[in-house]
Each structure stands twice: as C-alpha cells, then as structure tokens.
C-alpha cells in the first residue's frame, strides 16, 4: 500500500477517532493495523500528527527546491541561445553568456536566479538541459564520395593527431542532396582544425576541381592563421592535380585519407554533423543562386561556432566487450579559447581575435542565424514551386 492510500484511510477516520470512546478508538485502530500492515503505536502517533497539522498548510516533503522556476528560465534563455547545446558543454559558457547579455541590455533574469545560475554544478546543468531538449531524428544522408583513380598522386595520413600544430585541418565536402545524388545540387566544403578545432564551411555549386579550389582559398583567406596542413578524404574532388598544384604553391602539406576509412579524417567528419547538418539538415539545395546566401549564413554561423560553441576532445577509446567507452576532456573550450592558449598563435593573431570577440553576442549572432536558415530553405520551397 502506497502512502497516499495510507494517508487517506487517516484522513477518513480522523474526525471519528478524536470524538470516539476508547472502546470504539481501539476498534478503528485494530481495523487501520489490519489494512495498512503498520504498527499501532505508529497509527496512534500518525493521527497526533493529523490532530495537530494545520488544515490550511500544504503537506511539503524533502529538502526545498532551490533552484527554482525563475532559475530553470534563466538557464533556458542560456541554452536556447547556445543552440540547444548538451549540459556538459553549456556549463563551461554559462558565465561568459551571462556577462555578455548584461552588457547588451538582453538579460532580463532576477540577481538571485543569475546568482544561482552561475554556481549551479556541471551536473545539474546537465541533467536539466536533458529535460529541456526536445527528441528529433533526421535520416541518414547519401555518401558523395568515391575514391579516385590517381592513388599515387598524394600519401596517405593517418596520424597521430595529438602533435599537429594550428593550421592543420582535416576538409570534406557535404552534398546537400535531398535522396538524390543525381543532376546538379549544392556542396559545403567543410575544414575543421586538428588543434583547435576552428570551423569554416563554404558552400560551392557541384564539387568540380575548380570550385573546390576556389573554396580552399577563400578558406584559407578565412582562416586567422596560417594554413600548413590540409588532409581530406579520398574522393575525386580533392585528389587530383589542380587541388595539389594549388596546396603546392600555398605551401600546404597535402595527404589523404585511406580510402573506405572514415576515422582517417574522424575531426571533420564528427563536425560535419554538428555544423552543417544541424543547420541545414539534409534539404536539397539544387538553384546556384542559394550559394552566395549560404555562404553569408556560414560567414555568421562561423562566428557563432568559433567563439561561442566549446567542444570536449576525445582523449582516448577504451574497449568495453563488444563495444568502445571514449574518454573526453574534463573541461571543453570554445575553439576561440584553444587558440588563445596555444603557444604556436602569434599575439597579433590573439589581440585580433579578442578584439573581434568583445564585439560579439551569441543570442545577437543566434538569431540572425535563425532568421537566415528560415530565409534559405523559403528560398529552397519557393524554386521547387
């Protein structure tokens, strides 16, 4: 028997065992033993506790809440603008998010919720953006490449990582192809650096070897460092003359991934979903006219990403039976962050980049997104018509 049920067999007979002689008392207490299981001296103390309880109070049990509604809408306002980030990295932004919606005059949350918030544990953060997150799936998108014919023409790579120094990146193209790799359609060249894992993706029509190209260079234009080491996969669109006689010129260390092994280039695969699948899901865009739109949503999504979006490294995977347990950094950072704490970064870098940082604002920045996503795939509905 539950103690809502018990508390209701009390309640019932409250009022007739306080006026009841001691003959009809022994009656209702042998009746409620029976019924209940409980001990009748625990029954007689159970109605002292009714006697003496105040009609008009609410029956309150375990320690009282603490981090209340208020504060439960503060770390929403958080999270939202953090797209909808996991609690593991959301905590290590909390402060800096807080700080920066203050300056501009969009923190609109109690000095005791915000007080709250900022000592709330990683934990707790986690467990309660796990109630905010609203469960979605997306299908699984169509594989554009297929390894060419020139395997000669560049080595292979295969790590380690742990040594390459800021610069280095790992590229792929994401096919924005609906279910359909047939006819003409929209790529994002994507590169994410090993060491710090800044992103730039650029949209391009098709993936022919000059469009790649030209999307190299202007990620290398993009970058606020210098790019030494470039390693895709190995699909047509990287492995051939023109991508290596351009990386040759640029002074680019150029390698490959071994072909049908997705883990060789694991950096910027694993980013692909998080930066252009998360965005963009897996809409077909097939009109040239949407590459310059993506392109600016990316140059603000870039921002976004690199300044206000931590990432935790993979430290090591460990064998558990059948299946890999990965050990991940105690601490994620912002790729902005991993470069400010690189010794490989010259200062002009770093006094550029916290200039550039200082004048930013993630919910400014999530917003614009929000409204340029809904911009693009009108654009999208409104060809397809």
Request: aromatic share 10%; charged share 30%.
């Amino acid at each position: 028997m539950n103690m809502t049920t018990k508390n209701d067999i009390f309640t019932r007979y409250l009022k007739e065992y306080l006026k009841a002689s001691n003959e009809r008392k022994s009656e209702i207490l042998n009746h409620i033993t029976d019924v209940t299981g409980m001990h009748r001296k625990a029954c007689i103390r159970r109605f002292g506790v009714l006697q003496r309880k105040d009609p008009s109070s609410r029956e309150t049990r375990g320690r009282p809440t603490y981090y209340t509604k208020d504060v439960d809408a503060a770390l929403f306002a958080i999270w939202e603008a953090a797209n909808e980030l996991c609690g593991e990295l959301l905590h290590p932004l909390i402060n800096e998010y807080v700080t920066i919606l203050r300056r501009d005059g969009m923190w609109i949350h109690s000095d005791e919720a915000t007080g709250k918030l900022l000592s709330m544990s990683e934990r707790t953060v986690r467990r309660r953006c796990r109630k905010f997150k609203v469960k979605y799936s997306i299908g699984k998108g169509i594989s554009g490449t297929k390894p060419s014919a020139l395997k000669s023409l560049i080595p292979i790579g295969k790590g380690p990582w742990h040594d390459r120094g800021t610069g280095s990146g790992q590229i792929d193209t994401v096919a924005h192809c609906g279910d359909s790799l047939l006819g003409d359609f929209i790529w994002t060249l994507n590169y994410t650096d090993i060491a710090t894992y800044w992103v730039v993706p650029r949209a391009q029509w098709n993936k022919g070897e000059v469009a790649t190209v030209l999307s190299m260079e202007t990620i290398k234009k993009r970058l606020p460092f210098p790019w030494i080491y470039a390693h895709p996969d190995s699909g047509g669109e990287f492995i051939n003359w023109h991508a290596k006689g351009w990386c040759d010129e640029q002074g680019i260390e150029y390698e490959r991934s071994e072909p049908g092994k997705k883990n060789d280039n694991c950096f910027v695969e694993e980013r692909n979903g998080h930066v252009v699948r998360k965005y963009l899901g897996y809409t077909r865009f097939d009109h040239l006219e949407l590459v310059d739109l993506i392109n600016e949503f990316y140059d603000v999504l870039g921002l976004y990403l690199n300044h206000f979006q931590t990432v935790r490294r993979t430290l090591k995977k460990e064998r558990v039976g059948a299946k890999y347990r990965r050990i991940f950094e105690t601490t994620a950072k912002t790729p902005y962050q991993r470069v400010l704490d690189r010794d490989d970064v010259s200062e002009t870098v770093k006094e550029r980049l916290q200039k550039e940082h200082e004048t930013l604002n993630p919910l400014v920045l999530k917003r614009k997104i929000d409204t340029m996503t809904t911009l693009i795939m009108k654009k999208q509905r409104s060809h397809g018509n």
